[in-house]
Protein backbone atom coordinates (compact mmCIF):
# COMPACT_ATOMS: atom_id res chain seq x y z
CA UNK A 1 0.00 0.00 0.00
CA UNK A 2 1.91 3.19 -1.21
CA UNK A 3 1.02 6.44 0.84
CA UNK A 4 0.61 9.68 -1.53
CA UNK A 5 3.04 12.44 -1.39
CA UNK A 6 0.39 15.12 0.45
CA UNK A 7 0.04 12.62 3.38
CA UNK A 8 3.34 11.94 3.83
CA UNK A 9 4.61 15.81 3.40
CA UNK A 10 1.72 17.13 5.27
CA UNK A 11 -1.21 18.98 3.62
CA UNK A 12 -4.05 21.25 4.40
CA UNK A 13 -7.12 19.91 6.51
CA UNK A 14 -10.08 21.25 4.39
CA UNK A 15 -12.27 22.20 7.34
CA UNK A 16 -15.68 24.17 5.59
CA UNK A 17 -17.40 23.54 8.63
CA UNK A 18 -15.50 25.98 10.59
CA UNK A 19 -17.62 28.98 11.70
CA UNK A 20 -15.86 32.26 12.53
CA UNK A 21 -15.35 31.76 16.50
CA UNK A 22 -14.00 28.60 16.03
CA UNK A 23 -11.66 29.60 12.94
CA UNK A 24 -10.70 32.06 15.78
CA UNK A 25 -10.16 30.09 18.39
CA UNK A 26 -7.78 27.93 16.12
CA UNK A 27 -5.36 30.35 15.29
CA UNK A 28 -4.86 31.34 18.61
CA UNK A 29 -4.58 27.87 19.61
CA UNK A 30 -1.75 27.61 16.53
CA UNK A 31 -0.11 30.42 17.07
CA UNK A 32 0.63 29.14 20.69
CA UNK A 33 1.73 26.27 19.62
CA UNK A 34 4.13 27.49 16.73
CA UNK A 35 5.36 29.95 19.38
CA UNK A 36 4.08 33.26 16.66
CA UNK A 37 2.87 35.43 19.45
CA UNK A 38 3.07 38.63 17.06
CA UNK A 39 0.67 37.05 14.50
CA UNK A 40 -1.61 35.85 16.93
CA UNK A 41 -1.19 39.42 18.59
CA UNK A 42 -2.20 41.44 15.18
CA UNK A 43 -4.45 38.67 13.16
CA UNK A 44 -7.66 40.63 14.26
CA UNK A 45 -6.54 44.06 12.97
CA UNK A 46 -4.26 42.55 9.83
CA UNK A 47 -7.77 40.23 8.89
CA UNK A 48 -9.56 43.89 8.86
CA UNK A 49 -6.71 45.75 6.61
CA UNK A 50 -6.50 42.66 4.44
CA UNK A 51 -10.60 42.93 4.22
CA UNK A 52 -10.90 46.81 3.60
CA UNK A 53 -7.76 46.96 1.20
CA UNK A 54 -8.80 43.81 -0.34
CA UNK A 55 -5.67 41.97 -0.53
CA UNK A 56 -5.27 38.53 -1.72
CA UNK A 57 -4.35 35.45 0.31
CA UNK A 58 -0.49 35.59 -0.64
CA UNK A 59 -0.82 39.11 -0.08
CA UNK A 60 -2.65 38.79 3.28
CA UNK A 61 -0.23 35.91 4.37
CA UNK A 62 2.87 37.96 3.63
CA UNK A 63 1.54 40.91 6.08
CA UNK A 64 1.12 38.31 8.96
CA UNK A 65 4.41 36.35 8.30
CA UNK A 66 6.45 39.85 7.41
CA UNK A 67 5.15 41.48 11.17
CA UNK A 68 6.26 37.96 12.74
CA UNK A 69 10.15 38.11 11.03
CA UNK A 70 10.07 41.97 12.06
CA UNK A 71 9.51 41.57 15.66
CA UNK A 72 11.25 38.86 15.78
CA UNK A 73 13.84 40.68 14.91
CA UNK A 74 13.51 43.80 17.00
CA UNK A 75 13.29 40.97 19.97
CA UNK A 76 16.80 39.51 18.63
CA UNK A 77 18.23 43.27 19.03
CA UNK A 78 17.31 44.05 22.00
CA UNK A 79 18.49 40.60 23.39
CA UNK A 80 22.03 41.78 21.88
CA UNK A 81 22.15 45.14 23.13
CA UNK A 82 20.88 43.72 26.68
CA UNK A 83 23.45 40.74 26.53
CA UNK A 84 26.35 43.62 25.73
CA UNK A 85 26.17 45.18 28.94
CA UNK A 86 26.29 48.57 28.26
CA UNK A 87 26.09 50.90 31.60
CA UNK A 88 23.63 53.15 29.86
CA UNK A 89 21.28 53.90 26.84
CA UNK A 90 23.25 55.94 24.80
CA UNK A 91 22.57 56.59 21.03
CA UNK A 92 24.70 58.36 17.86
CA UNK A 93 21.46 60.41 17.21
CA UNK A 94 22.00 61.92 20.31
CA UNK A 95 25.81 62.85 20.60
CA UNK A 96 26.29 66.85 20.32
CA UNK A 97 28.68 67.14 17.37
CA UNK A 98 28.65 71.05 18.07
CA UNK A 99 30.08 70.91 21.49
CA UNK A 100 33.18 69.23 20.10
CA UNK A 101 34.28 70.35 16.93
CA UNK A 102 37.29 67.49 17.24
CA UNK A 103 35.15 64.79 16.38
CA UNK A 104 34.11 64.45 12.66
CA UNK A 105 30.74 63.22 12.25
CA UNK A 106 31.53 62.09 8.97
CA UNK A 107 34.05 60.09 10.48
CA UNK A 108 31.85 58.77 13.20
CA UNK A 109 28.74 57.97 10.50
CA UNK A 110 31.24 55.77 8.89
CA UNK A 111 31.72 53.53 11.81
CA UNK A 112 28.11 53.56 12.45
CA UNK A 113 28.10 50.88 8.93
CA UNK A 114 29.91 48.23 11.19
CA UNK A 115 32.28 47.66 8.11
CA UNK A 116 35.17 48.40 10.51
CA UNK A 117 33.51 45.55 12.43
CA UNK A 118 33.18 42.84 9.33
CA UNK A 119 36.39 43.54 8.95
CA UNK A 120 38.07 43.28 12.54
CA UNK A 121 39.59 46.51 13.14
CA UNK A 122 40.39 47.98 15.96
CA UNK A 123 38.92 51.61 17.08
CA UNK A 124 40.82 53.95 19.71
CA UNK A 125 39.01 57.07 20.79
CA UNK A 126 41.68 59.02 23.21
CA UNK A 127 40.96 62.20 24.86
CA UNK A 128 40.40 63.80 28.31
CA UNK A 129 37.11 62.72 30.42
CA UNK A 130 33.75 64.59 29.22
CA UNK A 131 34.81 64.76 25.92
CA UNK A 132 32.57 62.41 24.42
CA UNK A 133 34.29 59.22 24.56
CA UNK A 134 32.30 56.98 26.32
CA UNK A 135 28.95 58.12 24.60
CA UNK A 136 30.57 57.26 21.18
CA UNK A 137 32.03 54.12 22.86
CA UNK A 138 28.62 52.90 23.57
CA UNK A 139 26.41 54.35 20.92
CA UNK A 140 28.60 52.48 18.78
CA UNK A 141 28.44 49.24 20.41
CA UNK A 142 24.90 50.12 19.97
CA UNK A 143 24.49 50.58 16.53
CA UNK A 144 26.67 47.50 16.42
CA UNK A 145 24.30 45.34 18.09
CA UNK A 146 21.38 46.76 15.75
CA UNK A 147 23.07 44.94 12.83
CA UNK A 148 23.39 42.08 14.48
CA UNK A 149 26.90 41.48 15.90
CA UNK A 150 27.78 40.44 18.90
CA UNK A 151 28.91 43.08 21.40
CA UNK A 152 30.06 42.71 24.35
CA UNK A 153 30.79 46.14 27.19
CA UNK A 154 33.51 46.43 30.04
CA UNK A 155 35.60 48.09 32.10
CA UNK A 156 39.23 48.20 31.69
CA UNK A 157 39.37 47.16 35.59
CA UNK A 158 36.63 44.97 35.20
CA UNK A 159 37.96 42.73 32.79
CA UNK A 160 41.88 42.35 34.65
CA UNK A 161 40.03 41.71 37.70
CA UNK A 162 37.90 39.00 35.99
CA UNK A 163 40.97 37.57 34.29
CA UNK A 164 42.90 37.43 37.61
CA UNK A 165 39.99 35.72 39.11
CA UNK A 166 39.91 33.32 36.09
CA UNK A 167 43.39 32.63 36.40
CA UNK A 168 43.12 31.88 40.02
CA UNK A 169 40.55 29.45 39.86
CA UNK A 170 42.20 27.73 36.78
CA UNK A 171 39.10 29.13 34.39
CA UNK A 172 41.26 31.31 32.29
CA UNK A 173 40.98 29.55 29.09
CA UNK A 174 37.37 29.69 29.20
CA UNK A 175 37.41 33.35 29.75
CA UNK A 176 39.49 34.32 27.35
CA UNK A 177 37.92 32.25 24.63
CA UNK A 178 34.54 33.94 25.76
CA UNK A 179 35.79 37.35 25.23
CA UNK A 180 37.67 36.13 22.31
CA UNK A 181 33.99 35.05 20.70
CA UNK A 182 32.64 38.27 20.78
CA UNK A 183 32.24 39.93 17.24
CA UNK A 184 33.15 43.28 18.99
CA UNK A 185 34.81 43.80 21.99
CA UNK A 186 34.49 47.38 23.78
CA UNK A 187 36.82 48.24 26.90
CA UNK A 188 36.10 51.60 28.35
CA UNK A 189 38.23 53.47 30.95
CA UNK A 190 41.14 52.05 29.63
CA UNK A 191 44.20 53.91 31.21
CA UNK A 192 42.63 55.29 34.13
CA UNK A 193 44.64 52.78 37.12
CA UNK A 194 47.46 51.47 36.44
CA UNK A 195 47.83 47.72 35.94
CA UNK A 196 50.40 45.48 37.73
CA UNK A 197 52.05 42.92 35.27
CA UNK A 198 50.34 40.19 35.62
CA UNK A 199 47.23 41.94 34.88
CA UNK A 200 48.63 43.47 31.82
CA UNK A 201 49.66 40.49 30.63
CA UNK A 202 46.56 38.70 30.65
CA UNK A 203 44.63 41.54 29.08
CA UNK A 204 47.07 41.01 26.43
CA UNK A 205 46.45 37.72 26.30
CA UNK A 206 43.07 38.92 25.22
CA UNK A 207 43.82 41.22 22.71
CA UNK A 208 46.19 38.61 20.97
CA UNK A 209 42.93 35.96 20.79
CA UNK A 210 41.15 38.86 18.70
CA UNK A 211 43.96 40.25 16.96
CA UNK A 212 43.12 40.35 13.21
CA UNK A 213 40.00 38.21 13.86
CA UNK A 214 37.44 40.34 16.05
CA UNK A 215 37.26 44.01 16.24
CA UNK A 216 37.82 46.03 19.91
CA UNK A 217 36.52 48.97 20.41
CA UNK A 218 38.49 50.83 23.39
CA UNK A 219 38.03 54.29 24.97
CA UNK A 220 41.44 56.40 27.34
CA UNK A 221 41.82 59.36 28.92
CA UNK A 222 45.84 59.18 27.89
CA UNK A 223 47.60 59.50 24.54
CA UNK A 224 49.70 56.11 23.38
CA UNK A 225 53.01 57.75 25.06
CA UNK A 226 51.51 58.07 28.45
CA UNK A 227 50.70 54.53 28.81
CA UNK A 228 53.77 53.80 30.54
CA UNK A 229 52.03 55.09 33.38
CA UNK A 230 49.28 51.70 32.86
CA UNK A 231 51.29 49.27 31.72
CA UNK A 232 54.35 50.05 33.81
CA UNK A 233 56.47 47.27 31.73
CA UNK A 234 57.80 49.14 28.62
CA UNK A 235 58.22 45.95 26.09
CA UNK A 236 54.32 44.51 27.45
CA UNK A 237 53.26 48.44 26.79
CA UNK A 238 54.48 48.51 23.55
CA UNK A 239 52.99 44.91 22.12
CA UNK A 240 49.57 46.37 24.02
CA UNK A 241 49.58 49.51 21.73
CA UNK A 242 50.63 47.59 18.63
CA UNK A 243 47.68 45.43 19.38
CA UNK A 244 45.19 48.15 19.13
CA UNK A 245 46.72 50.52 16.57
CA UNK A 246 47.54 48.44 13.57
CA UNK A 247 44.77 49.22 11.03
CA UNK A 248 42.88 51.32 13.72
CA UNK A 249 40.68 53.63 13.33
CA UNK A 250 41.85 56.70 15.84
CA UNK A 251 40.10 59.48 17.11
CA UNK A 252 41.20 62.23 19.44
CA UNK A 253 38.25 63.78 21.33
CA UNK A 254 40.66 66.81 22.89
CA UNK A 255 40.64 68.14 25.83
CA UNK A 256 37.82 70.41 26.29
CA UNK A 257 34.89 68.38 28.85
CA UNK A 258 31.40 68.59 27.32
CA UNK A 259 29.95 68.18 30.79
CA UNK A 260 32.07 70.99 32.16
CA UNK A 261 31.04 73.47 29.96
CA UNK A 262 27.81 72.64 29.78
CA UNK A 263 27.54 72.28 34.00
CA UNK A 264 29.31 76.21 33.68
CA UNK A 265 26.48 76.88 31.07
CA UNK A 266 23.72 75.78 33.28
CA UNK A 267 24.90 77.57 36.32
CA UNK A 268 25.58 81.07 34.53
CA UNK A 269 21.59 81.08 33.11
CA UNK A 270 20.54 80.02 36.45
CA UNK A 271 22.39 82.81 38.10
Not at 36 to 50: K, Q, Y
Amino acid sequence: MTTSTSSRQGGLRHRHSLTEQAAQAAIDQACRRLRLPTIRAVVDDAVAAATKEQLTYQGFLAELLLAEVDDRDRRSTLRRIKSAGFPREKWLTGFDFTANPSINPATINELATGDWIRRGDPLCLIGDSGTGKSHLLIALGTAAAEQGYRVRYTLATRLVNELVEAADEKQLTKTINRYGRVDLLVIDELGYMELDRRGAELLFQVLTEREEKNAIAIASNQSFSAWTDTFTDPRLCAAIVDRLTYNATIIETGTTSYRLAHTRARASVMG
